[in-house]
């Protein structure tokens, strides 16, 4: 943590690394957490008292009291979705009104939005992308043709603006031939949110940003998804519609680069991806299944079941690089507890040539190299310090700081806020 610096904190594989979770740990250290781009199709799962919480767009610093929440430019913020959420926590407790901020640039999630996700994906036929139907990809489409609906137009003149872009929006869906919809009651709901968000704050959250950074105030930009989902340099077209990777904190947020600090990356220690794309070291045997379900792998939105796989260091070492990641913090490593053996993709052959650079295109002609080491077969979800780590984990734990060039700092041996160690 800096004083009057920017920490960022993402994934850096599909998405699901356990984001949440860190977020959490860490905000006593920070005086803001602030979300710096994706939408409600991203679930942040935080247990802890016995408790069960999924966050989408709220960011997940908002259980630790007194901070400050900013919710930045570069969401996209579903104005019933998020009334949902934040009514939730408020009867769970949570005093969310004078903490949570919202700018006045984020993108607004319209219904039409979620009916033009669901055409666009049934006219790509074999080729969908595996979209959650959240309305996410034409919300971003409309924010970058210069279209969209920010939370700002909702404090003027607001029914006029969203009257019109619904007719575009109904336009489009006549084109495609998708007539069969009803969005009655969920514009009902929708408005309802919008009448519940002006209860907030509405910022200019890049002044209140750089004015906190000023200040010498502590910021944790939080991020969703993952970097091999970031629409530059994830699996392209199999990919979310923002940029998930690290220079996304700065144009999500309106932070300069020389106000970053440290870039924690998150990953597990095996692999999982949802939805459709591409997936090198993907298990299809009882192996991949026995992961999937003692890792709990369904998605926290969603419900979708996980693709499952081992860990893929040619696809870290590019994450790594991409994000400029100074520390590393390795979840799920209890899902492993059992296993005789442990495996680890060091590279890929591609057309018979082994490479150990993430390539253009990974959808055809890739096979993972594998390294395999021994499991360490010890129940870790109790230890309190990494002293008790049997010597077969801590030999994965240097494997992987040899191969990635950077140092895990934190490794999590299980869902609850306490099941976290912080290694010295």
Known sequence: MNKGKADVLLGLQWGDEGKGKVVDVLTPEYDVVARFQGGPNAGHTLEFEGEKYVLRSIPSGIFQGGKINIIGNGVVLAPDLFMAEAKDLEKSGHELKSRLHISKKAHLIMPTHRILDA?????????????????????????VSRNGLRVGDILENFEEKYAAHKARHEEMLRSLNYTDYDITEVEKVWMEGIEYMKQFPIVDSEHEVNNLLREGKSILCEGAQGTMLDVDFGSYPFVTSSNTIC???????????????????????????????PFPTELFDETGRLIRDLGHEYGAVTGRERRCGWIDLVALRYSIMVNGVTQLIMMKSDVLDGFDTIKACVAYKQNGKEINYFPYNIEEGIEPVYVEMPGWKTDMTKFTSEEQFPKAFVDYIKFLETQLETPIKIISIGPDRAQTIIRK
């Open 119 to 143: 055409a666009l994906e049934a006219a790509k036929g074999k080729n969908k992308v595996g979209t959650t139907g959240k309305g996410i990809g034409p919300t971003y489409t409309d924010k």
């Open 247 to 277: 220079a996304g904190a700065c144009t999500g947020l309106g932070v300069g680069p020389n106000k970053i600090g440290n870039v924690y990356g998150i990953m597990k220690a095996y692999c999982t991806r949802v939805g459709a794309g």
